[in-house]
Each structure stands twice: as C-alpha cells, then as structure tokens.
C-alpha cells in the first residue's frame, strides 16, 4: 500500500475504542507503538527538550480525554499528531514561543523520481534539511509531515486540520519552494 493511500489500522481503532472507556492498558499500547514519531514531532513543535516533553504529556492526556471523538477518517498516527499540534499551538498562544530547529529529518527515498523532483534526487538529506529551515513555517512543517513522518494526504488533513484540496497544493507550493531554495544554493554566486 503507498503511503498516499494509507488506511485506519483496525486495531489503532480498537485501542483508541478501549481508551475512550478508560483502559490505561490501551493508552500505553498505543503510547509504545507512537512514542518515536510523536516525540520527534513535539521536539520540532517546541523550542526545548522540556517544552517538548510537556507538549508530550498533554498531548496524551488530551488522546485520553477525546480518544471517544476518534473519528477514523485518518490514521490513529495522523489524528495524535493533530492532536499534538493543537496542544502545541494553544501553548505557543499562551507563551509566545516559536518553532523550534528541528534535527536533520530522515528523508524517505522515492522509488521512481518525478523529472522534476532531480534537484531533490541529487541533495543530500543535510542539505535538503538546511534547505526546508529556509522555507516559512508552514511549509516546513507540511515537509516534514510528509517526508519524516509519512503521513497521506488524509493524513496531513487530519493533522492540519484542514481539506485534502488544501494539502496538496500547500504540499504542492513547499516542494517548489524547497526545489527553488535547492538550485539557489546550487547555482555559484
């Protein structure tokens, strides 16, 4: 299956379903099997380790809280980070923070690149990281859902909180953008 056309994994559903009637077992199964994604995303999302393990924490207790909402539209993974991503928004309103520097993301490799993504293809993931650095906030963030955390297109709506339509041409806009800054850096000064 391409990560495009990703399916709500029956049993993400099932722990989602006990959590909504409190079973702290669920909650944990569900914790060991995201810990990884959503950690490295609460450390992009928040300018220090601390901030990120808080942003960590609530966003648990708000899955806990509203795991009965669970729609299924997208992924379990897709609706957490969501999930994460308003915790994290509520806080930087209430803090003013801003986005943290991420690490260098571990980009996922195309099998058959697009004519047009070769200025992606001949980058080195560094580069390609220093590169989206460059971009706004928001583009930044829609590549690293995609590339880093593999998410479908389903899934970066559910994530963003925003229509399919929206997602791919935002997707759209930060691959021309990261493209651009690439052959910027490539073209002698």
Request: hydrophobic letters at 40%; glycine letters at 6%; proline letters at 5%.
């Amino acid at each position: 299956m391409h990560q495009w056309d990703e399916a709500p994994r029956e049993d993400d559903r099932i722990l989602l379903a006990r959590i909504a009637e409190k079973d702290r077992c669920a909650l944990d199964a569900l914790y060991d099997r995201y810990r990884v994604s959503l950690f490295r995303y609460c450390c992009w999302l928040m300018p220090e380790r601390e901030s990120a393990e808080e942003l960590l924490q609530e966003t648990l207790i708000a899955v806990w809280q509203s795991a009965g909402g669970y729609a299924g539209r997208a992924t379990a993974r897709a609706w957490i980070l969501g999930i994460a991503r308003r915790q994290a928004h509520n806080t930087r309103r209430r803090s003013r923070l801003t986005f943290a520097d991420g690490e260098v993301p571990e980009m996922v490799e195309s099998p058959d690149p697009d004519p047009e993504e070769a200025v992606l293809d001949r980058a080195g993931c560094a580069e390609i990281a220093r590169a989206i650095e460059t971009l706004s906030p928001l583009h930044q963030e829609v590549l690293r859902l995609t590339f880093v955390h593999e998410l479908s297109y389903g899934g970066l709506a559910e994530t963003l909180g925003i229509p399919i339509g929206t997602v791919k041409s935002r997707l759209n806009l930060a691959r021309r953008e990261l493209r651009a800054a690439l052959n910027e850096r490539e073209t002698p000064q």
